[in-house]
């Protein structure tokens, strides 16, 4: 069954997970903290994208001509991707909580997995099992063509994350 | 690899291949483009213009060359292409993340070989991945953005990739026929000529892509309202998935 049908608000075509990061920040980590992706120098608070709550098109009163500040750098290092789990920012469905989590092997995005946050002490359980192979199927649709970039109708900031391009990045593929 | 991310003019930029101070300088020529033309901005000179609190006329030399770049595509479209919008307002976000773009990549030109930039799906780009393959950029399916149909691989000299859809909200696009196409993505030696005819398509029919097409200088992949894919010779070996495919040429 597709995702859609089955996880409607969590797939809808505006919030599909494929990850859920917020531009700057350091992304919480279920792996050990060597296989951290690093934002390196000048990443700040104001750079989040993620939570942009403006209208289509908004330019973001942080952006337009602020020189410093914002820009955020991640998958640092001098060229090598850091393998290991990473967990991006939640984000709130009609369902609830939900978390999206990717896990990256020998340079290549090897799982992307969509948690939703239970009440229960914290504890992260996968969604249905029918929603969460269709994201990892198709995320990986994605790597095994081996791109850095994606090209679509523009993306708002918004949207952005929640973007394929979003995903590539925070793997510095 | 290291990528850097930033805000501007309402979207996000990734720049791969270039360091934090490079990136710096890029984000501040979004900035200086977004602060002058953005209709987001009241106190841009375009939304002074379009206030009518200032006469394009009187507006700086740099806004009236970038109105007539932009007059220049709109009769070399044939008018799919214009930046007069429905309402009378002049409009010219149609070329002026391009023109961003371009100069960024100036920019970059000076400290890298090899880099990448991708402003929220126009992409420009230098040299190769890791320096020995070709930089590929994914095409995403219109009805889903989270998967990819077809990989335009970069090869100088045709660096530039934009796409222009209606699948993203805030995306405009003044039609000026029946809606054929939903999204176009052309690959063009520059990227103001690739951002320009992806939105001639889109806003056009099929009359237009053929015409747009007809001296091969550019690579065109489009979706139509029936979800077929419509490719120019050279695109066709780009679209990898089951979509229905259209040579119509």
């Known amino acids: 069954m597709r995702a859609r049908v089955v996880a409607g608000g969590i797939v809808s075509s505006a919030a599909i997970l494929v990850i859920g990061w917020q531009i700057g920040a350091q992304p919480e980590l279920t792996a050990s903290p060597q296989q951290a992706t690093t934002s390196d120098g000048s990443s700040s608070g104001s750079g989040s994208a993620g939570t942009s709550t403006g209208g289509s098109g908004t330019t973001g009163g942080s952006s337009t001509g602020s020189p410093s500040g914002g820009t955020g750098t991640s998958a640092g290092g001098s060229g090598s991707v850091k393998d290991g789990t990473f967990a991006g920012q939640t984000a709130q469905t009609q369902y609830g909580p939900v978390q999206v989590q990717i896990t990256v092997s020998g340079g290549k995005l090897i799982d992307v997995a969509a948690l939703q946050l239970t009440n229960d002490g914290g504890r992260s359980v996968q969604i249905s099992q029918q929603a969460a192979p269709v994201l990892r199927q198709e995320a990986l649709q994605a790597q095994s063509a081996k791109v850095q970039a994606v090209s679509g109708a523009t993306y708002t900031s918004e949207g952005y994350v929640t973007s394929l391009q979003s995903a590539l990045d925070q793997a510095g593929l | ?249």
């Not at chain 2, 939304?47 to 007059?71: E, F, K």
């Not at chain 2, 044939?78 to 930046?83: V, Y």
């Not at chain 2, 009378?88 to 030109?109: C, M, N, P, T």
């Not at chain 2, 530039?160 to 176009?184: C, I, K, M, N, P």
């Open chain 2, 1 to 249: 690899m290291s990528v850097a991310t930033f805000e501007t003019m309402g979207t996000v930029v990734s720049i791969r291949g270039a360091g934090p101070s490079a990136a710096a300088k890029a984000r501040r020529v979004f900035a200086g483009y977004d602060h002058r033309y953005s209709l987001y901005d009241p106190s841009s000179v375009l939304s002074r213009i379009a206030r009518g609190d200032l006469r394009l006329t009187d507006a700086p030399q740099d806004v009236r060359d970038v109105y007539a770049l932009a007059l220049e595509w709109r009769d070399r479209t044939g008018g799919a292409f214009t930046p007069h919008r429905p309402d009378g307002v002049v409009d010219l976000s149609g070329v002026v993340k391009a023109l961003a773009i371009r100069d960024a990549g100036a920019l970059l030109d000076d400290g890298s070989q090899d880099w990448l930039l991708n402003a929220g799906g126009d992409v420009l780009a230098r040299g190769r991945h890791r320096g020995v393959a070709p930089w590929s950029v994914g095409v995403v399916d219109p009805a889903r953005r989270e998967v990819v149909v077809g990989v335009v691989a970069l090869k100088e000299p045709r660096r530039a990739v934009a796409t222009s859809g209606t699948a993203e909200r805030g995306e405009h696009v003044w039609r000026r026929a029946g809606l054929t196409f939903v999204q176009a993505t052309v690959v063009a030696d520059d990227i103001v000529t690739a951002d320009v005819l992806a939105t001639a398509i889109v806003a056009g029919d099929a009359d237009d892509l053929r015409q747009i097409t007809t001296d091969g200088s550019i690579d065109v992949l489009a979706f139509d309202v029936d979800g077929v894919v419509w490719a120019s010779p050279r695109a066709e070996r780009m679209v990898q998935s089951s979509a229905t495919v259209n040579p119509a040429w």
